[in-house]
């Protein structure tokens, strides 16, 4: 009986935790430390965050220009590089510069040399206009609290018929929910073209129209 009141114990702490994160997260940026980065680099959990399943749904074809919000250590980005080839390139945005210092170790270590990042704030231009096929944010819309505008930088970013491509897992404190996420998306002039996936983890693709 005593451990059962702990189980619950933990995971009402577990919802109140992410309840409070989520409420945060509407003031300031909160994302996932950079002392974390570890994880996301774990081959073993590749699966359940579904890495490979999140780039087929993204649909990424050589030649493209990719860039991509809110990278971390790469694990989106660092095989997103070698599905672009031959002729294309991936960009990472991200306003940790440990994450960034992570990835662009693992890009040397692995020898790739068609990926670039950039350290500043994703409501911020940062690229040429209307130079990318794709912009990708991956458990990452949540953790900024204008919205708005870093998906006004990335309609800004795209190129016409460009596809935006966001991924959300439950139960990420940032997570998104998918009606929500489509007003934002509509109110910046993107309009949805696909939903893959169920509600634990869907990757939604938009058009720039």
């Not at 702490?13 to 994302?31: D, E, I, Q, T, Y």
């Not at 080839?85 to 994450?99: A, T």
């Not at 990420?172 to 910046?188: C, G, N, S, T, V």
């Amino acid at each position: 009986m005593i451990f059962v009141w702990i189980l619950l114990a933990l995971l009402m702490l577990r919802v109140a935790v992410n309840l409070g994160w989520r409420l945060a997260s509407r003031r300031w940026s909160l994302p996932c430390p950079a002392s974390l980065a570890w994880l996301l680099d774990n081959p073993g959990l590749q699966g359940i965050l579904g890495t490979a399943t999140t780039l087929d749904r993204i649909g990424l074809r050589p030649g493209q220009r990719i860039l991509e919000i809110g990278p971390g250590p790469g694990r989106l980005l660092i095989p997103s590089a070698g599905r672009v080839l031959p002729g294309g390139e991936v960009i990472g945005i991200d306003i940790q510069k440990r994450m960034l210092d992570r990835l662009n170790r693992r890009a040397r270590q692995e020898g790739i040399t068609n990926l670039s990042t950039i350290h500043g704030d994703a409501t911020q231009p940062h690229v040429r206009a209307e130079s990318c096929d794709v912009v990708m944010l991956c458990e990452v819309l949540g953790e900024i609290p204008d919205r708005a505008a870093v998906l006004t930088q990335c309609f800004r970013a795209l190129k016409r018929g460009g596809v935006l491509s966001v991924t959300e897992l439950f139960p990420d404190p940032h997570y998104q929910f998918l009606p929500a996420l489509k007003r934002l998306a509509e109110q910046a002039g993107f309009q949805l073209q696909t939903i893959q996936g169920g509600w634990w983890l869907y990757t939604a693709n938009f058009i720039k129209r």
